[in-house]
Nanobody, 116 residues
Framework: QVQVVESGGGLVQPGGSLRLSCAASGSIFSIPLMGWYRQSPGKQRELVAD???????NYGDSVKGRFTISRDNAKNTAYLQMNSLKPEDTAVYYCRVVVAGGDLYWGQGTQVTVSS
């Protein structure tokens, strides 16, 4: 069994920054892919960013140049540095982990609210 826990969400003013963390634990041999998704009311869940074990990254168009994903393979942890936040970034942010063998796991989500 694999557990995925996000942290770091909260309330921030427009233009501010937040850093999210995602820690995976349990029966893990390796994690080829870790990623962040987000979902706001009435919208589909969308990719924010993901990162492979070799640190190749992908970003959603709406966050390119503002968000940075990184990971620490020794800690099975991924991070999302979010800068220049906008009200439209408000959403529940979920971490998704794909382990060796192809199984994927989701965290419970962390709320990010951008508002003055």
């Amino acid at each position: 069994q694999v557990q995925v826990v996000e942290s770091g969400g909260g309330l921030v003013q427009p233009g501010g920054s937040l850093r999210l963390s995602c820690a995976a634990s349990g029966s893990i041999f390796s994690i080829p892919l870790m990623g962040w998704y987000r979902q706001s009311p009435g919208k589909q869940r969308e990719l924010v960013a993901d990162i492979f074990r070799d640190e190749r990254t992908n970003y959603g168009d709406s966050v390119k140049g503002r968000f940075t994903i990184s990971r620490d393979n020794a800690k099975n942890t991924a991070y999302l540095q979010m800068n220049s936040l906008k009200p439209e970034d408000t959403a529940v942010y979920y971490c998704r982990v794909v382990v060796a063998g192809g199984d994927l796991y989701w965290g419970q989500g962390t709320q990010v609210t951008v508002s003055s």
